[in-house]
């Protein structure tokens, strides 16, 4: 089975400053798609980043990026320039195949961010 | 206009009742999902459709039921109501075409059930 396991249940980071969640999981697959959703007080699911596990370069948006290491097994999501509109729960999710064509979603259990002004 | 919409946005009901969640989605995808929320666990599947003839269990499917009406229209039953089903319930959708076989999907608002 896939899990995915964020240790950070929360944290906090000053406006205009860096910050680095974390996001290891266990996978025998190989071929795969990881994922940052973001989730506001508004409590819609908003896609962040995205990653493929063929590609071994980090993907980037703008002021997100991630730190991709596919032997370690970890994803961790960095934000740069940090807002306080970047506060939210953010989740790492894991997609693996099922059947032909079919992907699923494993999410982990979030990471609760508040950006301090 | 949302693209995924879903109703209600908020239910509060009794143990014992049967109550639906709809979803409908303007984006002609051919997959829908639902996914129960609750905290410290993340999101978790319980139904999938890949189309109006093919429906799946999925992680956590024991006391629901779902309905794919159409290709734009997924709704989750709860046959009978119980405390420990309270949760934030999400539609998502996805499209098999999409490109690079991702398959991403894109989530409605979500609804928050109470059950007392």
């Known amino acids: 089975a896939q899990t995915v396991t964020q240790s950070q249940p929360e944290m906090s980071v000053q406006e205009a400053e860096t910050v680095t969640l974390s996001c290891t999981y266990d996978?025998?697959?190989?071929?795969?798609?990881l994922f940052w959703y973001k989730q506001p007080p508004s409590r819609q699911m908003i896609l962040v980043i995205r990653q493929e596990a063929y590609k071994q370069q980090n993907a980037t948006e703008n002021r997100f990026s991630v730190n991709f290491q596919k032997a370690a097994k970890s994803f961790s999501l960095k934000i740069s320039d940090s807002q306080l509109g970047d506060t939210a729960m953010y989740f790492c999710a894991f997609m693996k195949p099922i059947s032909g064509s079919a992907r699923q979603l494993t999410f982990g259990s979030g990471t609760q961010l508040t950006v301090l002004p | 206009d949302a693209d995924v919409t879903q109703t209600p946005r908020n239910r509060i009901t009794k143990t014992g009742k049967r109550i639906m969640l709809e979803c409908s989605q303007t984006k002609g995808h051919d997959r829908m999902y639902w996914y129960r929320q609750d905290p410290g666990l993340g999101l978790r599947l319980i139904y999938y459709?890949?189309?109006?003839?093919?429906?799946n269990k999925g992680e956590i499917s024991d006391g629901y039921s779902v309905s794919r009406q159409a290709q734009a229209k997924f709704s989750l039953s709860l046959e009978s109501a119980i405390p420990n089903q309270t949760a934030l319930y999400f539609c998502?959708?996805?499209?098999?075409?999409?490109?690079?076989?991702?398959?991403?999907?894109?989530f409605g608002p979500g609804t928050r059930l109470t059950v007392l």
């Open positions: 459709s890949f189309d109006v003839k093919d429906i």
């Open positions: 996978t025998s697959e190989s071929n795969y798609y």
């Open positions: 998502a959708t996805s499209d098999s075409k999409g490109t690079g076989g991702m398959d991403e999907q894109f």
